[in-house]
């Protein structure tokens, strides 16, 4: 292992801070995560992370950057039961017009809890040397010379470091911290999805076709949908979801009458005929913001900014995971070509070209629950997009193609005229 170059904070041992401690310990002398929840045992769910009891995709793209990070972690992940399918074959999607095509897409799946995949991450990254963990609340950032020099928490304490990266996900302080800086309002953008979900966990070993299905909603008329996903152990994961403001009973009557209403009747049966295991569990008030900090011109050095403490995206289109993994990469990459100091700005700008395409998927839909705050170029991206989304049921081709660009495989472009009508540069400004 190469010499270090001095000391790194990640604020957050979530998905992403645990991503980020992974790129940096190659590198650093020393990587200090700080997090405010104490680490669960084995694949326990974690506090401050209520996200993990929900179900989860990690994109195709994603698994295979998590794998240049953690050689051997997918193989690991089947070992423990996590499910590998072709996305095609496996997965039973219910568009507005119609179920998409069954058959192979060339795209494999993964599919586990998130509680297995960062219980791995964790025995992985805890068993690094030069990565420690410290159970702290940030409270502020250290500053020297308009340079960020560390963070400080909520005892005082002062932790010192060439970089700072902040992974302290929806609920970062990290504009505030810069504001009392002296450093004006990073832009942001923000689009309503008023996305609510509640979980429930099921014993359920019985045969199916599939191993997750999902009916999606879609503005501005389905504000019911749900999914259902077979984890390791004989466990399934019925999850209700309501968009615009809908929030789904939690109460064992009603979460059955909202899976029976569904027109998909993949969750009905398996609440019907599984075995619960546990209760309900509710995550709601999710929308999308996206921090422009790649605009920040006065940008400090030492200090970065990933996952959803940047771009917070609806989990519905299952980009977080994927976003979050891409970031660790580009973030290793860059540190083997530049000290700890110096590219900060460079790097901000390479993760918001990361971000472009999952926020254009996530706000595509998303803008039309408030019809009377969209753009022209906005409305017409709509009106494309469901077009496309018609003609799937009865294309599969076509299907395949989103099904690709859906993992980050491919651009849009590819699925054709109806999506390249719509201007891609205009289509990212969607604001409130």
């Given at each position: 292992?190469?010499?270090?170059v001095?000391r790194?904070?990640?604020?957050?041992?979530?998905?992403?801070?645990?991503?980020?401690?992974?790129?940096l310990?190659?590198?650093?002398?020393?990587v200090t995560?700080?997090?405010?929840?104490?680490?669960p045992?084995?694949?326990?769910?974690?506090?401050?992370?209520?996200q993990?009891l929900?179900?989860?995709?990690?994109l195709h793209r994603?698994?295979?950057?998590?794998e240049?990070?953690f050689p051997?972690?997918r193989?690991?992940?089947r070992a423990?039961?996590?499910?590998s399918f072709?996305?095609?074959?496996?997965a039973?999607i219910?568009?507005?017009?119609?179920?998409?095509?069954?058959g192979?897409t060339?795209?494999?799946h993964?599919?586990c809890?998130?509680?297995?995949l960062?219980?791995?991450l964790?025995?992985?990254?805890h068993?690094?040397a030069?990565v420690d963990v410290a159970?702290?609340?940030a409270?502020?950032?250290?500053?020297?010379?308009?340079?960020?020099?560390?963070?400080?928490?909520t005892?005082?304490?002062?932790?010192h470091a060439?970089l700072v990266v902040d992974a302290?996900g929806?609920?970062?302080?990290?504009?505030?911290?810069?504001?009392?800086?002296?450093?004006?309002?990073?832009?942001?953008?923000?689009?309503?999805?008023?996305?609510s979900?509640?979980?429930?966990?099921?014993?359920w070993?019985?045969d199916a076709?599939?191993?997750?299905?999902?009916e999606v909603?879609?503005a501005p008329s389905?504000?019911h949908g749900?999914l259902?996903?077979?984890?390791e152990g004989n466990?399934?994961?019925?999850?209700?979801?309501?968009?615009?403001?809908?929030?789904?009973?939690?109460d064992?009557?009603g979460f059955a009458?909202y899976?029976?209403a569904l027109?998909?009747?993949?969750l009905?049966?398996?609440?019907?005929t599984?075995?619960?295991i546990?209760e309900?569990h509710?995550?709601?008030?999710l929308s999308?913001?996206w921090?422009?900090?790649?605009?920040?011109?006065?940008w400090?050095?030492?200090l970065i900014?990933v996952?959803?403490s940047v771009a917070?995206?609806n989990p519905?289109?299952?980009?977080g995971?994927?976003v979050?993994?891409l970031?660790?990469?580009?973030?290793?990459?860059?540190?083997e070509e530049?000290?700890?100091?110096g590219f900060?700005?460079?790097?901000?700008?390479?993760?918001?070209?990361?971000?472009?395409?999952?926020?254009l998927?996530?706000?595509?839909s998303d803008?039309g629950?408030?019809?009377d705050?969209?753009?022209p170029a906005v409305?017409l991206?709509?009106r494309?997009?469901r077009q496309?989304?018609?003609?799937?049921?009865?294309e599969?081709?076509?299907?395949?193609r989103?099904?690709?660009?859906?993992?980050?495989?491919a651009?849009?472009?590819?699925l054709?005229?109806?999506?390249?009508?719509?201007?891609t540069?205009?289509?990212?400004?969607v604001?409130?």
């Amino acid at each position: 292992m190469p010499g270090g170059v001095g000391r790194a904070v990640v604020i957050g041992g979530g998905f992403a801070g645990l991503l980020a401690a992974r790129a940096l310990a190659d590198r650093m002398d020393v990587v200090t995560i700080l997090e405010r929840d104490p680490w669960p045992a084995a694949n326990g769910h974690r506090r401050g992370a209520p996200q993990t009891l929900h179900p989860h995709g990690l994109l195709h793209r994603g698994a295979v950057a998590l794998e240049t990070l953690f050689p051997g972690l997918r193989a690991e992940l089947r070992a423990l039961g996590a499910a590998s399918f072709d996305f095609g074959q496996g997965a039973r999607i219910l568009f507005p017009a119609g179920w998409a095509p069954v058959g192979a897409t060339g795209v494999p799946h993964l599919a586990c809890s998130r509680t297995l995949l960062e219980g791995v991450l964790r025995r992985h990254v805890h068993s690094l040397a030069r990565v420690d963990v410290a159970e702290a609340v940030a409270d502020g950032l250290l500053w020297r010379d308009g340079q960020v020099a560390g963070v400080r928490d909520t005892e005082d304490q002062e932790h010192h470091a060439e970089l700072v990266v902040d992974a302290s996900g929806r609920a970062s302080r990290l504009t505030s911290w810069l504001t009392q800086a002296g450093m004006p309002p990073p832009p942001r953008r923000s689009v309503y999805a008023g996305l609510s979900y509640v979980t429930r966990p099921f014993e359920w070993a019985a045969d199916a076709d599939w191993h997750m299905s999902t009916e999606v909603t879609y503005a501005p008329s389905i504000r019911h949908g749900g999914l259902v996903q077979r984890v390791e152990g004989n466990r399934i994961l019925v999850t209700l979801i309501g968009a615009d403001g809908v929030r789904p009973p939690h109460d064992t009557e009603g979460f059955a009458a909202y899976a029976s209403a569904l027109r998909t009747p993949h969750l009905a049966e398996v609440v019907a005929t599984a075995t619960p295991i546990g209760e309900t569990h509710q995550y709601g008030g999710l929308s999308n913001h996206w921090h422009l900090y790649h605009r920040v011109r006065s940008w400090p050095d030492g200090l970065i900014a990933v996952g959803d403490s940047v771009a917070a995206l609806n989990p519905i289109y299952g980009h977080g995971l994927t976003v979050s993994a891409l970031q660790a990469v580009t973030l290793r990459d860059m540190l083997e070509e530049h000290p700890a100091r110096g590219f900060t700005r460079k790097f901000q700008r390479a993760s918001a070209a990361i971000i472009r395409l999952p926020w254009l998927f996530a706000t595509l839909s998303d803008a039309g629950w408030r019809p009377d705050r969209q753009s022209p170029a906005v409305r017409l991206a709509n009106r494309m997009l469901r077009q496309v989304l018609d003609r799937v049921p009865e294309e599969p081709d076509l299907y395949r193609r989103l099904v690709r660009v859906q993992n980050l495989l491919a651009h849009p472009v590819t699925l054709g005229r109806a999506w390249t009508a719509a201007k891609t540069s205009d289509v990212v400004q969607v604001s409130q």
